[in-house]
């Protein structure tokens, strides 16, 4: 299946969910503008605009197997746009069973009508297919985030330990943030994809009085709402729903590249769902390689440039525009199948992720104890002051680190730490769950929002 992305299905599963390209399908596309043509003649001829005789005629013929794709493309490249030869195409077919309900296909509208309400039904689709593998995200993460709370691991700023956390808390900042995506995209859902309704030039001045009553009738048969005004050549509303997406798709990278960098042979944490043929190599029989972060970080990686062609499509000429429209048609499509891509995979390892627990807290003693250099430098500082303790903790760390001894032997051996805690205190100090702040409350907090948001739905 060819998709607006790829001109090959060989390489569109790489970077997009099947469920994805069955909404963009180029069948699928032409069925939502025969859809808009078929329900703009129903409203109308309720409405006595067109003879109510012509509306089952136009109705019956507005099945998209019934077109030949290829020729209205290659027409369409002539005409400027693809609804031009689809009404030619459907007035054509009409005409076969009724020759006078032909004359009232695609009346009072333009083609721009046809093709934004449209893009508009494509990308209410393409958010519910994403909605629902966000929600196979976020219960997988919530779950992990409850069953991790107390399973220590490092925290790594700028790429280096830094102090314990528990993988629970990553988790649980995952979910928290996926449901954010959600909850923007459901609302643009409702508030941003609008029936586009104008006529030639925004005013349906070929439907005399009658402009409003048809709008708000077509917008109720597509179930769509009803714009103040159509919005040809502004192009806001649908730039946020590319802004969307493309923070969805970044979310999804963070997500992504965290896991790649836990899965690396060296750290060993969590490791991507195993099944048969995943992440193989075509020469290493031991690889086992994280094919769904790479899906998730080349969506990442591809979505802000196709954001970036629709928000300087927003200059649009006059009423109706010339080139920014246009330059629309491939990157909507495009960017709801990266998007796909991304959150399929996200849930993948959402859903089959194996974190190996123990590693983890290896890899905290990796350091010989250099990791709770700032427990213990908070607990000294509470005796000795800030600057005193960070200086005895940073002598202590030197040395360790030279000797290669654990800080905590280190310590034991330096009076002033010695002085001011006792053995017991300091073994505390040097456990890594003892460290954790306020992460167990943060975690509450980052569920509650999601659950919150659920709520409101």
Not at 83 to 96: C, F, H, M
Not at 155 to 165: D, E, F, G, M, N
Not at 264 to 275: D, I, L, R, W
Not at 282 to 309: D, E, G, Y
């Amino acid at each position: 299946m060819a998709t607006p992305l790829l001109s090959s299905s060989l390489l569109a599963p790489l970077i997009s969910s099947a469920a994805m390209r069955a909404v963009v399908d180029d069948r699928a596309r032409l069925q939502r503008m025969l859809d808009f043509e078929a329900a703009l003649a129903r409203a109308e001829a309720a409405l006595g605009v067109i003879p109510a005789t012509a509306a089952k005629p136009i109705a019956d013929a507005c099945g998209a197997d019934g077109f030949d794709i290829a020729a209205i493309g290659e027409e369409a490249a002539l005409a400027g746009n693809v609804a031009i030869p689809l009404v030619k195409a459907l007035t054509a077919k009409v005409a076969q069973s009724n020759a006078e309900a032909a004359g009232y296909v695609h009346w009072g509208a333009t083609s721009q009508d046809v093709i934004d309400t449209a893009q508009v039904l494509e990308l209410r689709e393409a958010i519910d297919v994403l909605a629902a593998d966000l929600d196979r995200a976020i219960a997988g993460f919530t779950m992990l985030a409850g069953r991790h709370r107390r399973t220590p691991m490092a925290a790594r700023t700028w790429l280096q330990q830094a102090v314990p956390i528990s993988f629970g808390l990553k988790a649980a900042g995952y979910a928290a943030a996926l449901g954010r995506s959600r909850e923007r995209l459901m609302r643009l859902r409702k508030e941003a994809l609008l029936l586009q309704f104008g006529g030639a030039a925004g005013t349906l001045a070929a439907l005399g009085e009658r402009g409003l009553d048809v709008t708000e009738r077509l917008a109720a048969l597509l179930d769509l709402p009803a714009p103040e005004a159509p919005w040809h050549s502004h192009r806001d509303r649908l730039a946020e729903v590319a802004g969307a997406l493309t923070i969805l798709c970044g979310t999804c990278g963070k997500i992504a590249r965290d896991f790649a960098l836990m899965m690396q042979t060296e750290v060993g944490e969590a490791f991507e769902p195993a099944t048969l043929g995943r992440g193989v190599s075509s020469t290493m029989p031991q690889k086992r390689n994280p094919v769904a972060a790479a899906a998730a970080l080349a969506a990442a990686t591809i979505a802000p440039q196709l954001a970036a062609t629709v928000f300087a499509a927003q200059v649009q000429e006059h009423e109706r525009a010339l080139g920014g429209w246009q330059a629309e048609w491939q990157v909507y499509p495009a960017l709801a199948l990266v998007t796909s891509g991304a959150v399929a995979a996200v849930a993948d390892i959402a859903e089959g992720v194996e974190i190996d627990a123990p590693r983890m807290r290896s890899n905290l003693d990796l350091t010989q104890g250099l990791v709770m250099a700032e427990a213990v430098s908070a607990a000294l500082a509470g005796k000795v002051g800030k600057a005193e303790a960070h200086k005895i903790v940073e002598e202590a760390s030197k040395k360790a680190l030279t000797e290669k001894r654990s800080l905590q032997d280190v310590l034991a051996e330096d009076n002033r730490a010695t002085t001011q805690l006792s053995v017991s205190d300091m073994a505390k100090l040097f456990e890594p769950m003892t460290y954790q702040g306020v992460a167990q409350t943060f975690i509450d907090r980052l569920i509650a929002s999601i659950k919150d948001r659920g709520s409101k739905r």
